[in-house]
């Protein structure tokens, strides 16, 4: 790996750093004449979220910062492969233990996210810094005391995250994130319907074409979903999202909307791009666009299941009562 050089990381990579370069023409489509997106799709990419600060407004890596990147994450694929050692210290007391085992599990993230021949430097394109423009804590003080409802007093499960909950395990919509998150996707389409089926979490999302959000609608798990088509391109708005979906690094409130825009691309792959709107939380829109490829044949998603696993939850809710114990017999 460390004489890994450019033709064979191009090799390796393949598809992954292909170039995004959306077009109108040539483009496959459904029996109704618009773009097809169904299939299985992912988004492995080692690409974050949000630009590291230290890269300031710094919008694309070089061909050779991207060989690097790619070339480190290589050998941490190779160390993570290899023999644990039998003979190895326990954890110091008091340390943190994660859940790095499962990452195991998960294919690791080796390609950098490409879009129109750039080699991005973070998911997030607007700001121009690549970072969510969350306001200052001072404004946010009430919504953070409702967020961290799990750090307080346990007196019963509806004060923990949904996520913990397992009413719904991930973020708002399953396109937004990327690597172990929500990689996979399966887009089942009709005339008058879009469906979006990600892997983690896994939920189905329906969306309404050419429909109108309702007059007087409600709050819902991952919102209420209306489309259009403006030319080749699908344009989603999302709005009426129940407040207790926030779900970091992008948080949520009653006031919380997305509109997203799906384009297939001249590789056909697709281009995903959104924006999210919530005053009560941010001090401008952000928009991210993230590069969409077709899995291989024969690759499908398989079913998430958080409650059998949950054994955390169950252990929360029984240390709040051994406190609530101890307290009492002092």
């Not at 393949?14 to 370069?21: D, K, N, R, Y």
Request: charged share 25%.
């Amino acid at each position: 790996f460390m004489k890994f050089h450019y033709s064979a990381f191009l090799y390796f990579s393949g598809i992954l750093l292909a170039p995004i370069a959306v077009l109108s023409q040539e483009l496959s489509r459904t029996e109704f004449g618009h773009p097809n997106f169904q299939g299985y799709w992912n988004n492995l990419y080692q690409t974050p979220l949000q630009r590291p600060v230290g890269l300031g407004e710094k919008r694309r890596y070089t061909d050779e910062e991207a060989i690097t990147l790619v070339n480190q994450a290589l050998l941490e694929l190779d160390e993570r492969a290899s023999r644990l050692d039998p003979d190895r210290a326990p954890p110091e007391a008091g340390s943190r233990v994660t859940n790095q085992a499962d990452d195991d599990f998960d294919e690791f993230p080796i390609g950098i996210a490409r879009v129109n021949g750039e080699y991005r430097t973070s998911l997030i394109i607007d700001p121009p810094n690549g970072r969510i423009p969350l306001k200052e804590a001072s404004e946010r003080d009430d919504f953070f005391t409702n967020l961290n409802r799990s750090g307080r007093y346990l007196d019963g499960p509806e004060f923990g995250w949904a996520a913990e909950r397992c009413l719904i395990a991930g973020p708002q919509l399953s396109m937004m994130f990327q690597r172990g998150l929500s990689p996979y996707t399966h887009i089942v389409q009709t005339e008058d319907y879009l469906m979006i089926l990600g892997e983690y979490p896994y939920d189905a999302r329906i969306i309404r074409i050419n429909s109108e959000h309702p007059e007087h609608g409600f709050p819902k798990w991952m919102g209420d979903s209306i489309g259009y088509w403006e030319a080749d391109t699908l344009v989603i708005h999302t709005n009426n999202f129940r407040d207790e979906h926030s779900y970091p690094p992008i948080l949520s409130t009653e006031t919380f909307e997305v509109e997203e825009r799906l384009s297939l691309t001249s590789e056909g792959n697709i281009l995903y791009k959104y924006t999210v709107t919530d005053p009560q939380l941010y001090t401008q829109p952000f928009t991210a666009e993230i590069p969409f490829t077709r899995m291989e044949q024969g690759r499908v998603l398989y079913e998430y299941a958080c409650h059998e696993g949950n054994y955390s939850w169950g252990n929360s809710l029984r240390g709040a009562r051994m406190q609530e114990r101890i307290a009492a017999e002092n």
